[in-house]
């Protein structure tokens, strides 16, 4: 399931199209690190407000929780995301649609991981490199 949200999640950052971009042909000898780096989405603004959504959501335990709003207002924040990055927002929707409810189960199961950005960020995208990982933006 984490895997699922990481690669939801880093398909729809790169989901614009990058200005400039080439293609390059790997030299010999030349290295690559396979591991999926979120690093933008982790410094993301509207990803920390989804974790303080999470942790808002969740303050009375998870039989309290209203799945309708707390959808809906996922919903908003990513429609937000998306149109900053000039990505249709049903676009944006529909790709992300099943992440609400993965992040239900992950926090229903282990409360532990709204305990930090860190945590959250590791249930949402699995272990980054080292230089990848970051604190909450401010």
Do not use: C
């Not at 990481?6 to 042909?25: C, D, E, I, R």
């Not at 969740?58 to 709003?69: E, H, Q, T, V």
């Not at 229903?108 to 990848?132: H, I």
């Amino acid at each position: 399931m984490k895997r699922t949200l990481a690669l939801a999640m880093a398909a729809a950052l790169t989901a614009a199209p990058l200005a400039g971009a080439s293609a390059q042909t790997p030299s010999a000898g030349q290295t690559f690190d396979l591991r999926d780096d979120a690093s933008g989405w982790i410094k993301d603004p509207h990803v920390y407000r989804f974790y303080q959504l999470t942790i808002d959501a969740f303050a009375k335990g998870p039989a309290k929780l209203d799945r309708a709003g707390y959808e809906q207002r996922f919903n908003d924040i990513f429609r937000d995301f998306a149109i900053e990055r000039h990505i249709p927002p049903a676009a944006m929707a529909d790709h992300l649609k099943r992440i609400p409810g993965e992040m239900i189960q992950i926090v229903t199961r282990d409360p532990k991981t709204l305990d930090s950005y860190d945590s959250f960020v590791v249930a949402l995208f699995g272990p980054q490199p080292q230089e990848s990982a970051a604190a909450a933006p401010g």
